[in-house]
């Protein structure tokens, strides 16, 4: 076939250029390239990297319905467990597992609770009475899906690069330095996490580094995930690949808890960047999972089982941003600021970014 030069590249045959390769960005460059798009990622840190700043190669990854969203956003959650569970099936080099769920709530369940996860997950039903602890106001039992990220995404970088998809390390300052680096590409993904506060050309100020603490546990206990919904917020997610379950979440001194409003402090904001442990921290998730699942976490585990995870999360005040813009002769699709919901929403948000992307094409090849 004759070259053409790249002002007479057909439109839909020029890269889609990703900025950032979390999880995020990878499975939206998955589902494009799957689609028959050309993907370019470009990003300071890869799948495979345990940098604290990667957010991706350290979250508990469950898939877990999430209260107070709108319908929009729980079908991109359940579009999410779809396309995953099809992965938990194809096998374990997928890093995607089914696993049993017990869902602990301290109150009765508002309307637009998680309860609406009953619509996705498989074997969902009410707990009776006597088979969760008394002082609870109500349980569900159901099957959900964890994601080990550690074997996840280097099977994701796999798949892109088999699919034909690359992958380019540095970092940028803008967007305009990524339009520069590809003048023949018409579609742009900003997957940048919260790194789009600090794009000259995005300053988002909502978004913000979170600092997220957890407990990894060594044990072969490790096939149902523990969820404990209310005040006292705490999970045990089971990587039964690995062997090992994660602790948490985190709760500062005081009891108070992580917000977006306390982390516009400039002192937390600091502390968020810090991958050093604190361990007042690790010994409050590991006496708070004991509470909630005490055969499978033991009051005081050996050190010898115990290691610690520190990652940075890309969150955002007043949630994500999902949507697509002209730019000129440019469409830039944003998507970012997931927080702690990167892994339950992924797929999801894949499935939309394919669509706008498409959307766009349209619009450039139908005259």
């Known amino acids: 076939m004759e070259h053409q030069p790249p002002e007479q590249k057909p439109f839909a045959q020029r890269p889609v250029v990703i900025l950032g390769a979390g999880i995020i960005g990878c499975a939206a460059a998955r589902q494009l390239l799957r689609s028959g798009f050309s993907v370019v990622l470009v990003a300071e840190y890869l799948p495979g990297d345990q940098h604290v700043q990667y957010a991706s190669a350290w979250a508990g ?9 709108t319908p929009d956003h729980r079908y991109i959650q359940a579009v999410s467990h779809r396309i995953m569970l099809r992965m938990a099936q194809d096998g374990p080099e997928t890093g995607v597992s089914v696993v049993n769920a017990r869902e602990y709530l301290e109150k009765e369940p508002a309307p637009d609770s998680a309860i609406w996860g009953k619509t996705v997950v498989s074997k969902f039903r009410q707990m009776n009475p006597g ?6 106001n109500s349980a569900w039992a159901y099957e959900t899906l964890v994601t080990d990220p550690t074997i996840h995404m280097p099977y ?8 034909g998809g690359c992958f380019v390390r540095q970092h940028v300052d803008s967007l305009q330095q990524l339009y520069d680096m590809f003048p023949e590409s018409r579609v742009f993904l900003n997957a940048s996490g919260w790194g789009s506060k600090n794009l000259t050309d995005v300053k988002d100020d909502n978004c913000f580094p979170e600092r997220g603490q957890n407990v990894l546990l060594a044990t072969d206990k490790c096939n149902t995930m523990y969820f404990r919904n209310g005040q006292e917020y705490t999970y045990v997610i089971p990587r039964p690949l690995s062997k090992g379950v994660v602790l948490g979440g985190v709760k500062q001194p005081g009891n108070v808890y992580v917000t977006p409003e306390s982390l516009w ?10 991958p050093e442990i604190d361990l007042s921290i690790a010994q409050d998730e590991i006496a708070r999972a004991h509470r909630l699942a005490p055969e499978i976490v033991p009051e005081h585990p050996a050190a010898d089982r115990i290691s610690h995870i520190v990652g940075i999360r890309p969150s955002r005040k007043g949630g994500f941003r999902l949507d697509s813009e002209r730019k000129g002769d440019r ?4 998507a970012y ?8 929403f992924s797929y999801g948000i894949a499935d939309a970014v394919v669509k706008m992307v498409e959307t766009a094409e349209r619009e450039n090849v139908i005259v």
Request: glycine residues 16%.
């Open 265 to 274: 402090n400039a002192n937390l904001t600091s502390l968020c960047r810090s």
């Open 156 to 163: 994701l970088r796999k798949e892109i690069t088999s699919l």
């Open 61 to 69: 990854a469950a898939w877990h319905a999430a209260g107070g969203i």
């Open 337 to 344: 600021g997931f927080g702690g919901g990167g892994y339950a």
């Open 331 to 334: 469409t830039v699709v944003s």
């Open 131 to 136: 088979e969760y602890p008394a002082h609870f």
